[in-house]
């Protein structure tokens, strides 16, 4: 597609109940990056994607976090067990490599809002 | 991923005044790169700096990569409340990229 794609846009959920968000990147691009922006704060690295590399997931906050990917497409983000400090705004943003000096710039998608009540 | 640290976090001006943000890494970089985030909006590229003391322009912005590559800047001439967001540092060319804490500007009018 013309440009990174995530939906659902906006999603609310109770409680303890299990969330998934999509990502679809742009076509080509084989690095996939998700990022959790709480309110008014930065952007936290959650898990990164390289083609069919294992993932690094180091910025995964907790085992309720999950994340796959199928090949060099489509990216799903799973919270199990919801809680409300989950509240925030997920970005999935791609780019056309990574770890290559000089031209690894990441295009972002429109985020998924997630509130937690 | 390498860490960068931005300062100031917030900072209020004038329309009309200037804007600087400072990005700013223990270590050296192998290139820059900074992104906008209007509010309610997502990050956006603006650009990329690569070589020591490179020094690029976009209209009323100016971006300085250091001689050392160890710190940015990113300075804004006469504010305009189109400038208003939260602008971001990041350190690329790593497979995990992270970015800088980010300065919020907000433009009076």
């Known amino acids: 597609g013309a440009g990174v794609s995530q939906s659902p846009s906006n999603k609310v959920t109770e409680k303890g109940k299990d969330v998934e968000l999509r990502c679809d990147p742009i076509?080509?691009?084989?690095?996939l990056y998700w990022y959790r922006q709480r309110l008014g704060q930065g952007l936290e690295f959650l898990i990164y994607?390289?083609?069919?590399?294992?993932?690094?997931k180091s910025g995964l906050p907790s085992d309720r976090f999950s994340a796959e990917r199928t090949g060099e497409s489509v990216s799903t983000l799973t919270i199990q067990r919801t809680q409300q400090e989950d509240s925030a705004v997920y970005l999935c943003?791609?780019?056309?490599?990574?770890?290559?000096?000089?031209?690894?710039?990441?295009?972002f998608g429109a985020g998924s809002r997630l509130t937690v009540l | 991923g390498q860490q960068v640290m931005q300062i100031p976090q917030y900072q209020h001006v004038q329309e009309g005044e200037d804007f600087t943000t400072y990005c700013n890494s223990s270590?050296?970089?192998?290139?820059i790169q900074w992104y906008k985030q209007r509010p309610g909006g997502h990050p956006v590229f603006l650009i990329q700096?690569?070589?020591?003391?490179e020094v690029k322009k976009q209209k009323r912005l100016t971006f300085q990569f250091g001689e050392a590559k160890k710190n940015s800047s990113l300075h804004i001439t006469a504010t305009q409340t189109t400038d208003v967001g939260t602008y971001f540092c990041?350190?690329?060319?790593?497979?995990?990229?992270?970015f800088g804490t980010g300065t919020k500007l907000q433009v009076i009018p």
């Open positions: 700096l690569v070589k020591s003391g």
């Open positions: 994607f390289q083609g069919n590399s294992a993932p690094d």
């Open positions: 270590t050296t970089l192998s290139n």
């Open positions: 076509s080509g691009h084989t690095a």
């Open positions: 990041c350190p690329g060319g790593y497979q995990k990229v992270t």
């Open positions: 943003a791609s780019s056309p490599r990574s770890g290559a000096s000089g031209a690894n710039v990441l295009t």
